[in-house]
T-cell receptor, first 108, second 115 residues
Framework: GQQVMQIPQYQHVQEGEDFTTYCNSS?????IQWYKQRPGGHPVFLIQ?????EVKKQKRLTFQFGEAKKNSSLHITATQTTDVGTYFC????????FGAGTRLTVKP | DAGVIQSPRHEVTEMGQEVTLRCKPI?????LFWYRQTMMRGLELLIY????????DSGMPEDRFSAKMPNASFSTLKIQPSEPRDSAVYFC?????????????FGNGTRLTVT
């Protein structure tokens, strides 16, 4: 199946700082999904991107899909302690393989 | 909507024992996925089904693992015999249509510990 690589693996920020995680694919994607997993929880769907260059926002979260549809990013503005968790991207093939995730910790 | 239901939530067993994990997908969802999550390997896709038919089991670690979906509302993942390295959280997820076109809905997972 296609591979999606995520960086960074870990990110520790002070509350109020911004955070970005990146997802890169070895092949062109038709769409990409983002999920958040709280500590001890299960992955929860955040958003799906489909179009080249697409940008979507959810409050303080901004999601982008690259022009070549091979990369994507999730940016959080002014992090809060409620943002703590691991953020995953998942490729578009039927088999839905996930990136390794970026674990975000936020210091109050 | 009760969501995806997995049982048991926790399973502790001894090496060599058979383990069966269960999943009830969301009604009407055509796709069902089994994932394994560990610190070292992240979230690994083990197998997925479409309309109860296994489509890709290339992620199943070895012959000790088997999965079935006898009907649209039930699936099992069996490990026989279990080994300590199988210790992980196992998630079941379902989606309405092909995984890339609709969200995956995950169950709460089964935390398996093999001693």
């Amino acid at each position: 199946g296609q591979q999606v690589m995520q960086i960074p693996q870990y990110q520790h920020v002070q509350e109020g700082e911004d955070f970005t995680t990146y997802c890169n694919s070895s092949t062109t994607l038709s769409n990409i999904q983002w999920y958040k997993q709280r500590p001890g929880g299960h992955p929860v769907f955040l958003i799906q991107l489909v179009k080249s260059g697409e940008v979507k926002k959810q409050k303080r979260l901004t999601f982008q899909f690259g022009e070549a549809k091979k990369n994507s990013s999730l940016h959080i503005t002014a992090t809060q302690t409620t943002d703590v968790g691991t953020y995953f991207c998942a490729g578009d093939n039927n088999d839905m393989r996930f990136g390794a995730g970026t674990r975000l910790t936020v210091k109050p | 909507d009760a969501g995806v239901i997995q049982s048991p939530r926790h399973e502790v067993t001894e090496m060599g024992q058979e383990v069966t994990l269960r999943c009830k997908p969301i009604s009407g969802h055509d796709y069902l996925f089994w994932y394994r999550q560990t610190m070292m390997r992240g979230l690994e896709l083990l197998i997925y089904f479409n309309n109860n038919v296994p489509i890709d089991d290339s992620g199943m670690p070895e012959d000790r693992f088997s999965a079935k979906m006898p009907n649209a509302s039930f699936s099992t993942l069996k490990i026989q015999p279990s080994e300590p390295r199988d210790s992980a959280v196992y998630f079941c997820a379902s989606s309405l249509v092909s995984g890339g076109n609709s969200p995956l809905h995950f169950g709460n997972g089964t935390r398996l510990t093999v001693t």
